[in-house]
Structures are given as C-alpha cells and as structure tokens.
C-alpha cells in the first residue's frame, strides 16, 4: 500500500502524528462528561402541582383531569399516567421518541398557563425525566454551638451551592424554623372589640415599603420611598390599632411577641444526631464529578469560615464514577497486558510482541478523539467498548505481522518485507474489518431507549476498529521496520502447537468420513442450545451493587410526624448498632420515614437487606419496604409477584383490590402484600350555609377565610433582624381551637353581631382516598406479594392463577399496567441482532462470491451460541438487554475465524484433493485462530468475572462473547470441514476455481 512506503520513508512524520494523537487524546480526556451511564433523555414530562388542604379525590377533579387533558392535545402524546395524592397532582406525560421535546415543552407551559385552575394551588412545575438518579452530594449540616443550622443553610450554603453550573435543585430537610409569633389574647380582643384579622391589618399597615417617585433637587433625579419597617420586637410590640370605639391601642395590649419554633415539616437525622440535610439534584447535562467538586470546595471554604457548622459530605456520586472508572481502567491495562502475553508465548519474542502492543495504546488515543468529536461521555458503557476493543485491535496487527514475517527473506530487506506483507494481506484485513464494523451499524441505528444506551458503545467500538486498521498498515511495519526482528522458530507454544496439529489431523480425518454424523451432533448442540435459552431468567437489565440499603416505611394518612419519628426509634437504634452499616441518614415527611444506608465494605448487600427484610416485616401499624440501590438509582425491591388492578370505575377497582389482595395473602411463602391504594383517611368537611351566612351579612368565602387563619395563622410579612429575614405569623395560643368542638364553638362577629361557627356550618366526616392512580384514564391499584427467593416461582405460579380465575366484567387484571420502558426494548435489541447478522452474511457473500460459502462461515454463529448460553446458564446471570448486544458483538468476532479457515481451503483446493485440503488448511490455520482467540477473551475475561466496581452491568456481555468465541473456535476447526465437504460434493474443481481469494483476517 502507499500509505505503508510513505510511513516507512517518512518515520520522523509518523512519529510527530504519533505524538500528535496522544498530545490532542490526552488534552481531550479531561473534556469528557463522565457518569455511570449515559445521559438519558426520556420524551416525558412530569407535571406537579401543589394545592395545599386538598383531599385526593378534589386534586384528581379540580386539577390532574384538567392537566392529563392538555397534555393529550399535545402533538406527540402517547400515554398518560396520574398520581392524585392529598395537596399533590403528579401528571405523567409520555410522548414518541421522535417529538421535538423543546416545541413540546413551550406547548404544554402555554396550555397549562391558560388552566383555571383553584385560588389556592400553586402554578405547576414541568420537569423532563432523565430516567436516572441526578443526586449529585447529599450534605449533612450540624451546629456545634446551638447556632441555627437552618438559618445557615438557607442563607449561606444553599445559594453558594445553587450557584455552581449544573445544579438543578436543592432539597433541604430537617431542621427547625424560627418565626415572629403574634401570640393573640382572645379575651382582650374581645374587650377592644377586634379580631385577629385587626390586628393582622394593623402590622401590615406598618409594615411596608412603598415608592413614592422621583424628586429633582440640584438637577438631579433623587428616588423617593415611603416606608415604616419594624426593626425589632419591640417595634411589633408598640405597633398601633384603632379600636371599633375609636380609641387607640398597642399590639402589646391583645398580643405578645416572641420567637417561636415552626411545626416540623420534615426532621432528619444523620448517625442517630439532629440535623439538617441537603440533596443536591444535577441537571440532565450536568458533569457530575465536576460540579461534585465545585460543591465539595464550597464545603471546604464554608468549615473553615463557620467552624462551628459541621459541614460532612454523606454520599458523593463521584467517588462512585471515579471508582468505576478507575476499575475499568485497571481492567484496560490488565487486557493489554494479558494480550502481549498471549503474543509473546506464540511468538517467542519480545519484539514482536512490542510491535503488536504498540498499535494498543495508538489506537485507543485516535478512538478518544473520535468519540470526544462525537460528544459521547465517559461512562460504563463506552470504557466497557474501549476494554471489547483491545483483542479486536490486535487483530489487524497480527495478521499484519505474519504476512511481514513470512515475507521476509535473504534477498528482501525489512523495507521491503514491510511493504510486500502489507501489500499481500491489506486487502483481506480491510475486508475483514468492514465486516467486523457492519455488524455495528444496527447499534448506531437504534433510536428510542436502546438508541440512548448503547449507540455510544456502537461508535466506540466502529472508531477502535478504523483506529486499528490504520494503524496496522503504517505504524506495525515501521517499528517492525525500525526494530528488525527476526522470527523464532522456537516459542513456548511452538511445542504445544505440534502437539495439538498432530492430534487435530488425526481427529479431522476420522470425522470427515463421518460428515452426517458431525452434521447430526451439530443439530444436536443446536436443540440443546434452544432448550439452555428457555431455562434463562430474563431481566431487562443487570442489578449493580450500590452498598446502599433502603428503608421505607409508610404510615396511616394524616399520621402526626412526631408518632411516626417515635415509632421509628427502635430501628433507628438497630441501625445505629449494627457495624454492617458505615453510616446512615432518616428522613421524615408527613407520614413517611425513609431510612438510607450505606453499607460497609465486604459486606453482602442483598443478604443484609434479607435479614431487615425479615425482621421488620411482622411489625405493624406501618407498611414497609425494603429495596436496594442500582446503577442508575432505581430501587431492587425483595422478591415479589405482582398483579395490577385497572378499571374505568374506581370503586369497582378498589373493591376488587382488596379481595385479590386477600387471596394473594393467604398463598403459602408470602410474608407481606403491599397495595398502591394505601389505607383510607379521614376528613372532615364544614358545610357553611350561604341562606344562614347572608343572614347574617357575611360570605361563605370570608368565613372561609376565618377557618383558615384561625388554623393556620395569619401571615404578616417578615421581620428583618442581623441580615436575617423571619417571617411574621399572627396566631391563637395552642389549646384554643384545637379540636372539632372548640372550632364549631369558634365566635365570629359579623354585622348582626356575634355568633358561633356552628350557628352557620356543619361538621360532616368522611373516609377519602389518600392517592388516586391512573394510566390512560382507567384507575389501577398494584398488588404485590412478597415472599423469599426459594418459594418465588410458587408464588407466581399461585399469583398468575389468581389472575386467570378473574371473572370477565369492568375489572381487569394483569401482571403490571405499567411496564418496564425496558421491556419495549428487548424486540428492538433482538431485530438489531437479526439485522447485524444478515448485514455479516451480505457483506460475506460479496466478498466470496457465494451465497453457499457465506451460508457455511454463519454457522460458526451458531456455534458460537452454545458456549454463549451454554456459559451464561452456568454463571448463573440473567439474559438482558446487554448480554443480547453481546451476541450482537460476538457475530463481528467469530465470523472471521471462519473466513480465514474458508479462505484457506479455497486456496489450498487447487493444488491437492479436497478432504487434504480441509485438513492441511486446519492446521495452517489453527496457531493464527488461537492466537486472536486468546487475546480477545484474555482481554475480556476481567469483564466476564466481573471484576472491578460496576463491572456487573456488563459482565453478561461478557460471558457471551468469552463462552461463544470458546465453542465457536473449537467448532469451526472441527465441524467446519465437514459442512465444506458436504457443500463441496457435487461442485467440480473448475468451477471450485473459480471462487475468489477471501479475506485472511482472524
């Protein structure tokens, strides 16, 4: 080739590109994203609204209807699903991969906006799903000193951290919130004939800033404002109030005025100590480490700043990243390393050896750069290809390096021997390599889900391979040029390999006679490979330990937060105690305690999560769940079996929820049922009057107003003192109204003079729903049995009974409403193997000119399947999304042993009789064929044992290229003849010669 004598005649220019690569590879590796996976972009919007006091079933009528409506009038839109919960409408919105998100996104802000919505609930907020944890740094705040920690985190650290690019949002639990009480006397109130709502008007009155212009003075514009702002207590104090009689008073004299603590809204805990916690959530773009780090110095800064803030990091998503990444790594050198082994024992020389390992690290530098042009991240997936691709990129060289050394002569020089042996294989190692990269187009095709996860690996492993073609023809030949080595006729294999040749001709002679025989076993490894496949578990995809445990625990509706943070002492304490477990947080909101743990190193995850399992599952009056964390933050629940409940009539649904989740409970090995629909909680409804309210000069909505404030306080506006801002809240004292009697007892004045509450209204209880779910406008409840691994598939067997025996009606049944997205996409993984396969055997038939030799090379595919499941079975992993991309790979591999084999005979064929042919071609071909065999599963093998933090997402990929290349590669030397023999039967040699030379890529 050209480009070879160019690179030969000009070694100081290859070495400067050289040079060059690494130079722009290296300054490009700090510009990668980097995350645990890829960045996803899911077509879904999340829609939640807040309307404070509301019950389930007012938010699903008043506000998630109206929001599900625009939604479907959205171009694009193809499911909906609901969650009407009390003071929260969650509205799912899921649209096709091909809808401009963006236009979306403006088209349903403008057809929210036109909502009329209630007064009281607040504007929606819109979020796209990213479908992965954008937890960035959980922060643990603790005062020293008795300081607020609150205070301090609201106006110091909060927006510091707000600040850095790529935060999205800041969650602040726990913590206890001052305010300005107005604390009201009712007795003096009535002595002065006001009301709370008199001395509310009096402190907003004097409390304002109100801007009055500008006034010239000296030619010159000075702004003017109006303002009366109480500075202190004391001023709040000594605010006036003008009496009904009108006379003159003080707040002091119907009030006092005091610093008081907030209810709590949440409390947190780190380690079993008070304190306040933040979660910080990364937007979808964000570079995790990076803003990770921005975050962590922030922290540094602030403890040396507020030494009295014990500032502590709880978790850091980076320090994951950077481990698994660091693995990968460690897992890239140690296949390299492995492969120059496998080079040096075939070879028998270093230099060789040097040669080949040279075009690694080459070709790695040029795939970083083609993957930093395409803005792919750094993440599990594209350093799992760059590991795939070490045995691929050796490939070229070897083959390259053969050619060079049987090209070398007395009469040739090393430049010409360099020149003539590229010269004789380019072509074969150029087909070869296109028929590798064909294999990965389908995956650089895929769109929706899949295109999302694996497109990235697709182009990866498609620049490796380019990388390492180039490579192979201009830096191989110049340093085998520039070092001279010298071909040993004596290696450590060399022996071995006359071992193995010599049994392997008396092997393939006996079996060429017994051609249908060979024909049979092959049909028969074949069935055995289909029966393997169905005794596989599916799952969509791996679970990859996190060391987090986590705890859920939920309560009846309406639960007061201090019950639940009572309830949960003893666990805490467990917790607390048990050294299985580095450190853990709690967090308690409204009626849920959610426990997250993070577990200390060499110790089982799964199984400690078993054992919580089993021992808090008999406690009552709460529902808990126990699940561990995966790669992408989701939870792996316990073993369970589930059934959906889904019907256009809630009752209905509900009804038959409740007796299927009887029937579920009695199935024997079934510990607990948990059910979405949640216990019913009570509300209580004050029915005003309007006839008896106008009777009395008043309003249903001003009386309203007067139940609100007196049970919820009135709020004044905010109170300014040492740079921090303090809200002002006029209330009762505890006591006054705190339960249904007093309230109904409550005075009002109105201009027909004073009456009581329950002159205009009446107390009415009901039992409501806490949480309405819906998919597509039909109401579901999910059901789930949960039991021990042993006794799972009992338990679904019995649960899919259940779900048969349903009676036809307006009630239906299945096994999950709402699928997995993975699910959708395991078809369309399956249809890219299908495609990648037919995509092999067009190139194959092109290259040979035939249809029945192509036909022939494609069975070492199938070959290849019974190791691929045969070891996968083994292993005990599951079949999933990335194991199928796995085949998907191996077919690229393994097809070009049997090119070279075929390749081969179809030369060998001329010069002899065929039967000698195949044999004689065998044995050429075996020490080529073993030589790429080993480097590529050596360079996999880590990946397949899972070695290394992470390596479990794609340690299946592994197993199924390391188990296929092991069968195909003893098969195709084996049974491979035989189908040349039987194909080959009744073709003349004329005819045989006419089938043109074939690549000789491994």
Do not use: W
């Amino acid at each position: 080739m050209e480009i070879t004598k160019l690179s030969l005649k000009r070694p100081v220019s290859v070495l400067l590109m050289v040079v060059l690569i690494a130079v722009f590879g290296f300054s490009a590796l700090p510009n990668f994203r980097m995350a645990y996976m890829p960045s996803l972009s899911l077509p879904m919007y999340i829609v939640t609204t807040i309307y404070p006091g509301a019950s389930a079933e007012l938010i699903d009528k008043e506000i998630t209807n109206d929001v599900t409506e625009v939604g479907k009038n959205i171009t694009g839109f193809t499911e909906s699903q609901i969650i009407s919960r009390d003071n929260v409408s969650i509205v799912m919105l899921k649209f096709s991969y091909e809808t401009d998100m963006n236009q979306c996104y403006i088209d349903l802000k403008a057809g929210l906006d036109r909502l009329q919505l209630p007064d009281d609930a607040e504007t929606p907020i819109i979020i796209q799903m990213t479908g992965l944890d954008a937890t960035v740094v959980d922060i643990s705040v603790r005062s020293l000193s008795g300081a607020d920690e609150l205070v301090f985190v609201n106006d110091i650290l909060e927006p510091r951290i707000s600040s850095v690019l790529g935060v999205g949002e800041v969650n602040i639990y726990g913590g206890e919130e001052q305010f300005v009480e107005i604390l009201l006397n009712e007795p003096a109130l009535n002595q002065h004939g006001l009301s709370s709502f008199s001395v509310a008007s009096a402190i907003q009155s004097a409390n304002y800033t109100l801007p009055l212009g500008d006034v010239f003075q000296a030619n010159q514009a000075i702004s003017v404002v109006a303002t009366s702002e109480p500075q202190t207590l004391y001023d709040l104090m000594q605010i006036p109030i003008t009496t009904p009689y009108g006379n003159t008073i003080l707040v002091q004299d119907v009030a006092t005025v005091n610093f008081s603590l907030a209810e709590f809204e949440t409390i947190s805990r780190y380690n079993g100590e008070k304190n306040v916690i933040l979660n910080i959530q990364g937007t979808q773009d964000a570079d995790v480490p990076s803003v990770a780090n921005q975050i962590v110095a922030i922290i540094k800064e602030l403890s040396i700043l507020y030494p009295d803030m014990e500032i502590e990091v709880v978790s850091n998503t980076a320090d994951g990243i950077y481990e698994s990444l660091s693995s990968v790594a460690s897992t890239l050198v140690l296949g390299v390393l492995l492969c120059m082994f496998v080079l040096l024992i075939f070879l028998g020389d270093y230099k060789a050896s040097l040669i080949v390992a040279s075009s690694i690290p080459t070709s790695l530098l040029i795939t970083i750069l083609g993957m930093n042009a395409l803005n792919l991240d750094l993440d599990l997936i594209t350093t799992s290809a760059l590991v795939i691709s070490i045995g691929l990129m050796v490939d070229n060289s070897i083959v390259i390096l053969e050619s060079i050394f049987k090209c070398k002569t007395d009469e040739n020089s090393f430049f010409d021997a360099a020149v003539e042996g590229v010269k004789t294989v380019s072509a074969s190692v150029m087909a070869s390599t296109v028929t590798t990269i064909v294999v990965y187009v389908p995956l650089v095709g895929l769109s929706g889900l899949s295109g999302e996860l694996f497109t990235s690996l697709g182009y990866t492993i498609i620049f490796a391979l380019m990388a390492s073609f180039v490579v192979a023809v201009t830096v191989v030949p110049l340093v085998y040029y520039k070092l001279e080595p010298i071909e040993k006729t004596k290696s450590p294999m060399n022996p071995i390999m006359k071992v193995l040749e010599a049994g392997y001709d008396k092997l393939i002679r006996k079996i060429l006679k017994l051609k249908f025989l060979a024909l049979l076993i092959a049909v028969g490894l074949l069935v055995a490979t289909g029966y393997i496949i169905t005794t596989i578990p599916i799952e969509m995809m791996p679970s990859v330990d996190q060391g987090i445990v986590d705890i859920n625990i939920e309560f009846r509706q309406g639960t007061d937060i201090e019950f639940v943070n009572d309830a949960i002492l003893d666990i805490e304490q467990k917790i607390l105690n048990d050294e299985q477990f580095e450190s853990f947080t709690i967090i308690l909101e409204d009626n849920t305690a959610a426990f997250k743990c993070f577990v200390a190193d060499e110790v089982n995850t799964e199984l400690l999560a078993i054992e919580y399992d089993k021992y808090l599952r008999n406690l009552t009056n709460m529902d808990i769940n126990v699940s561990t964390r995966n790669i992408d933050g989701s939870s792996v629940e316990m073993p369970n079996a589930s059934i959906s409940v889904y019907g256009v009539d809630f009752d209905s649904v509900k009804e038959e929820a409740i007796r299927i989740q009887e029937e579920m409970y009695n199935i024997l090995g079934v510990t607990r049922v948990t059910s979405t629909m949640g216990a019913g909680g009570s509300q209580a409804k004050i029915e005003i009057d309007p006839l008896k309210t106008a009777h009395y000069g008043m309003q249903v909505g001003s009386v309203a107003q007067i139940i609100y404030s007196v049970n919820n306080g009135i709020d004044v506006g905010t109170l300014g003192i040492r740079g921090n801002e303090y809200d002002i809240i006029v209330n009762y004292p505890d006591g006054y109204y705190d339960d249904f009697n007093k309230l109904m007892a409550m005075p009002i004045d109105t201009p027909q003079g004073k009456i009581v509450l329950s002159d205009i209204a009446e107390l009415v209880f009901d039992e409501v729903e806490q949480s309405l779910s819906a998919v597509d406008g039909s109401y579901y409840i999910d059901l789930k049995a949960y039991t021990e691994e042993q006794y799972l598939p009992y338990v679904k067997s019995e649960v899919q009974t259940i779900m048969d025996e349903m009676p036809d009606g307006i009630v239906y049944v299945t096994s999950a409403l709402i699928a997995d997205p993975l699910e959708a996409e395991m078809p369309v993984i399956i249809s890219a193997v299908m495609t990648g396969i037919f995509m092999v055997f067009m190139v194959m038939a092109m290259q040979f000119e035939s249809i029945r030799y192509s036909l022939m090379v494609m069975t070492s595919v199938i070959f290849s399947f019974i190791g691929s499941f045969g070891l996968l079975a083994i292993s005990g992993q599951d079949l999933t999304l990335v194991s199928l991309v796995g085949l998907l790979m191996l077919t690229g591999i393994v097809v070009n042993n049997g090119i070279l084999f075929v390749d081969t005979a179809n030369m060998l064929k001329q010069e002899m009789p065929l039967e000698e042919a195949l044999v004689i071609s065998g044995r050429m071909r075996m020490r080529p064929i073993l030589m790429t065999t080993a480097t590529t599963i050596l360079s996999m093998l880590p990946l397949a044992l899972g070695i290394g933090e992470g390596s479990q997402l794609l340690q299946g990929m592994g197993i199924i290229i390391v188990g296929g290349l092991l069968t195909s590669t003893l098969l195709v030397l084996i049974l491979l003849p035989t189908f040349y023999l039987i194909i080959s039967k009744d073709v003349s040699p004329k005819k045989e010669a006419t089938i043109i030379q074939t690549p000789q890529a491994s």
